[in-house]
């Protein structure tokens, strides 16, 4: 594996073809076996299979027509002013989602605005001018309006039953919509493990001087905290959002080009190893974040240890325990697929 010095941050193959339910229970917090995405239906499921938590919807095809399916099964309290939460990525990123699935999500929702934030750490979309280059260069502003959330100040949102924050700072755009679809690439993480709907609302709604700051509770010093006590921030920055907007929010994971890398590193990402899987929804972040896991745990050692390595050297399933501990959501979905 190459090995390369960069900025913090920076620093299945068969599944039953009809509409299929399983009650699928929370990955444990230590390593699971794999033993192939085909064997999902007999993976995990609940000891009490009548008692369903979350909804989750899937499909393995990898599309504009694939996403539009899957978010028409979420989207009845979709309204009003609605903000489409992406990560414009950093230039000519190779593993960002395929402009013309992001298109057609734009297109199918009227009165919908792109939108994310300037980072914390020095780049390519640290400044706001800096931001919109990187924009115009993935090519995000011809077809869509993007809005910089921070571009004009913050705004306090409060977290309700934290145990690290009473209000974390978020950019002031997001005050002026309605609705929020969170649109996420599922991927591996540099400190969170892995980025999923949680990290991508978490770090990506909070503005890049004040909030980001808070999250990664980044010292006078510059050292930037790991482990579970930054899982729980992410969590709670998360909570805010989705208290926010609730229950006007919902969640798309797109599973492909998983690299154990964020977007955030750009090309300097690794290349997958992990296959293509499929496009999950949902109105519970914690299920949709879960549900990527148990897919992508149930594919073979060989394809996954590097990403699960990742995962769990991070801690980053604690994002899934401490989000159903403080209510943020279910690790226990029924999860249906969809052709």
């Not at 339910?21 to 009490?48: P, V, W």
């Not at 539009?68 to 230039?91: A, D, M």
């Not at 990527?292 to 050297?313: G, H, T």
């Amino acid at each position: 594996m190459k090995k390369i010095l960069i900025p913090i941050c920076v620093v299945a193959t068969t599944l039953v073809a009809c509409v299929c339910y399983f009650s699928l229970k929370k990955t444990s917090d230590s390593s699971i076996s794999s033993s192939g995405l085909e064997d999902i239906s007999n993976a995990g499921k609940s000891n009490e299979p009548n008692v369903f938590h979350s909804k989750v919807y899937f499909t393995q095809d990898i599309s504009p027509e694939g996403l539009l399916k899957v978010y028409s099964k979420v989207s009845k309290n979709i309204g009003g002013r609605v903000v489409i939460k992406f990560h414009s990525g950093e230039p000519k990123g190779p593993n960002l989602i395929p402009r013309e699935m992001v298109k057609a999500l734009y297109d199918a929702v009227p009165n919908s605005t792109l939108a994310d934030t300037n980072t914390l750490y020095k780049g390519a979309r640290y400044t706001t001018e800096e931001h919109r280059k990187t924009i115009h260069i993935n090519g995000w502003d011809e077809f869509a309006k993007v809005d910089i959330l921070d571009e004009e100040g913050t705004v306090n949102f409060p977290v309700k039953g934290g145990r690290h924050f009473k209000e974390v700072s978020m950019g002031g755009h997001l005050a002026n919509y309605d609705s929020m679809i969170v649109l996420t690439h599922f991927k591996g993480h540099t400190m969170g493990g892995f980025g999923g709907s949680i990290k991508n609302i978490a770090i990506g709604c909070a503005d890049g001087r004040v909030g980001k700051k808070q999250v990664h509770a980044v010292t006078a010093i510059g050292t930037w905290p790991k482990g579970e006590g930054f899982m729980e921030n992410m969590v709670e920055s998360a909570k805010a959002v989705v208290d926010h907007f609730a229950p006007r929010i919902v969640y798309l994971n797109v599973l492909r080009r998983i690299s154990i890398d964020c977007d955030c590193v750009g090309t300097y990402a690794e290349e997958p190893k992990v296959r293509d899987i499929g496009i999950l929804a949902s109105d519970d972040i914690v299920a949709v974040d879960q549900a990527s896991i148990d897919l992508v745990y149930k594919l073979p050692e060989k394809e996954v240890d590097e990403l699960k390595e990742r995962i769990e050297s991070r801690k980053g399933l604690h994002q899934l325990k401490y989000g159903a501990q403080i209510g943020l959501g279910s690790r226990e979905y029924q999860l249906e697929e969809i052709n």
